[in-house]
C-alpha cells in the first residue's frame, strides 16, 4: 500500500515568515506530485503540481522536489493570515490510475498577524 | 473549482435511511471520480465513472454503496442504510479525459456534499 506521510501539525508562522511544509511518499517510482489547500469546510484547492527534480515557483509557492530522498515540499515566502489552512500532499497511485490520487493526512498551517 | 457542482451541499441523514449525493461535471467533462474524507483523515479515492461505465470502484466499501453515471443527468452516489460512520465529506471531481501521467494535469474538485447521519 502506498503511503503519504505529511506532519499533521499545527505549523504556527508570524505573518510575513516563510512556512515550510514536508512530505514523504513510499513508492520511489512515484513521478507527480500535487499540493492541495483546504480551508475548512471547503473543497480541496489545488496550488502546486512538480514532477520534476529542482524547484517550482508559482508566486508566493515554490514546490521542491527531491526524488532521491522521496521528499517534496512546499515552501510560502511571505505568508498571510489567508494561507492558514490544511495543505494535502497528494501522489497518484501508479501510472495507469493517475487519477487515484493517495493524500496525506494534511499538515494545518496558522499564520499569526 | 472548475465548474463541477454538487448537490446537496449538506444533507442529514438518520441510520437506515439512504443517501443520494449528486454530481454534475464540468461542461463537456466525461469522466467523475468520488472521493471521500471523514473526519480527521485524509481523502481517500472511492470510483471512477465514465457515462454509463463504471471504471475503477476499487475504492468503494463492498456493501451499501453505488455510483452511476448515466448518458443523461448528473453522476449518483447511493449509500443505502446509512450508519454512523458513514459521515463524511463526499467530494466529485471531472476531466475531459483521464489525466495524463508525468505531467502537472490532474484533478479538480467540486465543494463537497457533507453528510451526517444521526
Known amino acids: 500500500q502506498k503511503e503519504v506521510e505529511q506532519n499533521s501539525g499545527p505549523l504556527s508562522v508570524p505573518e510575513g515568515a516563510i512556512a515550510s511544509l514536508n512530505c514523504t511518499y513510499s513508492d520511489r517510482g512515484s513521478q507527480s506530485f500535487f499540493w492541495y489547500r483546504q480551508y475548512s469546510g471547503k473543497s480541496p484547492e489545488l496550488i502546486m503540481s512538480i514532477y520534476s527534480n529542482g524547484d517550482k515557483e508559482d508566486g508566493r509557492f515554490t514546490a521542491q522536489l527531491n526524488k532521491a530522498s522521496q521528499y517534496v515540499s512546499l515552501l510560502i515566502r511571505d505568508s498571510q493570515p489567508s494561507d492558514s489552512a490544511t495543505y494535502l500532499c497528494a501522489v497518484p497511485e501508479g501510472l495507469d490510475s493517475s487519477y487515484k490520487l493517495i493524500f496525506g493526512s494534511g499538515t494545518r498551517l496558522l499564520v499569526r498577524p | ?118
Open chain 2, 1 to 118: 473549482n472548475a465548474g463541477v457542482m454538487q448537490n446537496p451541499r449538506h444533507l442529514v441523514r438518520r441510520r437506515g435511511q439512504e443517501a443520494r449525493l449528486r454530481c454534475s461535471p464540468v461542461k463537456g467533462h466525461s469522466h467523475v471520480y468520488w472521493y471521500r474524507q471523514l473526519p480527521e483523515e485524509g481523502l481517500k479515492f472511492m470510483v471512477y465513472l465514465q457515462k454509463e461505465n463504471i471504471i475503477d470502484e476499487s475504492g468503494m466499501p463492498k456493501e451499501r454503496f453505488s455510483a452511476e453515471f448515466p448518458k443523461e443527468g448528473p453522476s449518483i452516489l447511493r449509500i443505502q442504510q446509512v450508519v454512523r460512520g458513514d459521515s463524511a465529506a463526499y467530494f466529485c471531481a471531472s476531466s475531459p479525459s483521464r489525466p495524463p501521467t508525468y505531467s502537472g494535469n490532474t484533478i479538480y474538485f467540486g465543494e463537497g456534499s457533507w453528510l451526517t447521519v444521526v
